[in-house]
C-alpha cells in the first residue's frame, strides 16, 4: 500500500498542513500516476525497475524540474525550461 500522504510530504515543499486540511499543489495529478504505476505493476504491465524509474520522475516533477503527462500505455516527462 502507497502512503501518498507520505510521500507528497516527504518530496512536494508545497506541502502544508492547517488544521484538518492537506494542501499541496501537485497533488491531484501526483496520486493520479501513483495509482496509474500500482494498477500497473499490479497487472504486470511495468516492473520494479520501471516503477523505481517513475518515482524519479515523480520527484523531479514534485520539485519542478519535469511535466509529467501520461495515456494508458506510456509515460512521457519533459523538462521545464528555466528562463
Known sequence: MVDVIAFLKDN?????VCGNV???SKAFKANALI????????????TDDELDIVVGLLRQYLNNEVE???????I??????VD
Open 22 to 24: 492537506f494542501h499541496a
Open 76 to 81: 512521457i516527462a519533459q523538462p521545464i525550461e
Open 35 to 46: 495509482q496509474f504505476c500500482i494498477n500497473a505493476r499490479h497487472n504486470g504491465e511495468i
Open 12 to 16: 512536494d515543499d508545497s506541502f502544508a
Open 68 to 74: 509529467i503527462y501520461w495515456d494508458e500505455k506510456r
